[in-house]
């Protein structure tokens, strides 16, 4: 049973900084697909970073590429977001799938975690 705990975001100003993690617990395997979601009210949950924990490359949507840095160890991810704007504001999860490394497709991934909520203003 796969377990996902977010951490780390809070109220930050335009073009601060914020660090998020994710516990992830549970895997029976070291490759696991992995992504960074967010969800603003009233939007649709938009998939912003894709990765595995089995290493190769990690996918970025086009508008945080060059501000957010997604890394892993053991059995952590992090999510360091820089040059915040107001538009970054939302709920961001991370999520796991079994099957869809890769995909921005949150129907892809079975796994969850509550989420933590970010909010530049």
């Known amino acids: 049973h796969v377990q996902l705990v977010e951490s780390g975001g809070g109220l930050v100003q335009p073009g601060g900084s914020l660090r998020l993690s994710c516990a992830a617990s549970?895997?029976?395997?070291?490759?696991?697909?992995m992504g960074w979601f967010r969800q603003d009210s009233g939007a649709e949950r938009e998939g912003i970073v894709m990765?595995?924990?089995?290493?190769?490359v990690t996918s970025y949507v086009d508008s945080v590429k060059g501000r957010f840095t997604a890394s892993r160890s053991e059995r952590t991810l992090s999510l360091q977001m820089n040059l915040l704007k107001p538009e970054d504001t939302a709920m961001y999860y991370c999520?796991?799938?079994?099957?869809?490394?890769?995909?921005?497709?949150?129907?892809?991934?079975?796994?969850w975690g509550q989420g933590t909520q970010v909010t530049v203003s």
């Open positions: 999520a796991a799938s079994t099957s869809r490394c890769y995909s921005r497709r949150p129907d892809d991934y079975e796994s």
């Open positions: 549970g895997f029976r395997g070291s490759d696991k697909c």
């Open positions: 990765l595995s924990f089995g290493g190769g």
